[in-house]
């Protein structure tokens, strides 16, 4: 049976957002290329027919983490009056839902400590993806801040993440998140 043209692209875009939760959820390492495939509802052996390797699969769902990402936050201060655009940023990035599920969330937290073991097309993409959300922050920022103004920004959006995912306490974890988002 022959499928539409766009049933390749169709399936090879399911993979790599399945790879991109996946990944975020369990880390690089943490799952396979067997189970990346059945989470996508895919068998095993169609794998080679979109991908050349896991590193490449990688490379892409790095890619499509950061555009989600970076698409939650375009929307998020698209909506907010140029005055409360940080304050928008901080809202959408500091929740509880972020905090809760890293397979849908920011990969900066969730596979920041996997990246200096990936290969230099995943370091890549993961440094194309900082500068767009660098980009994306400095952009929003009343008088245009400096870029080191939105490093920073991004740096504390991150560490409170990672911090607020770290602590057993929940009371600890929640006030974490309300001390960051009052910081926007």
């Given amino acids: 049976m022959r499928y539409p043209a766009e049933h390749k692209e169709e399936t090879h875009f399911r ?33 080679y027919a979109h991908f050349e390797s896991k590193d490449a699969l990688i490379v892409e769902a790095i890619e499509a983490a950061f555009t989600q990402m970076t698409a939650r936050l375009e929307t998020a201060v698209s909506e907010a009056p140029p005055a409360q655009r940080r304050r928008a940023m901080f809202d959408t990035y500091m929740t509880q839902a972020h905090r809760d599920h890293p397979e849908a969330g920011c990969a900066i937290p969730s596979l920041g400590a996997d990246v200096s073991r990936l290969n230099a097309d995943a370091r890549r993409a993961f440094a194309t993806g900082i500068n767009s959300l660098i980009e994306l922050i400095a952009a929003q920022e009343e008088g245009a801040a400096s870029r080191a103004e939105a490093i920073a920004t991004l740096a504390t959006l991150v560490g409170g993440m990672v911090l607020a995912r770290s602590v057993r306490s929940n009371a600890l974890s929640q006030e974490i998140l309300d001390t960051l988002r009052n910081l926007g």
């Fill in 15 to 47: 993979i790599v957002n399945a790879a991109a939760k996946a990944f975020r959820k369990h880390g690089v390492d943490g799952i396979g290329v067997a189970q990346l495939m059945k989470g996508a509802k895919l068998t095993h052996g169609g794998f």
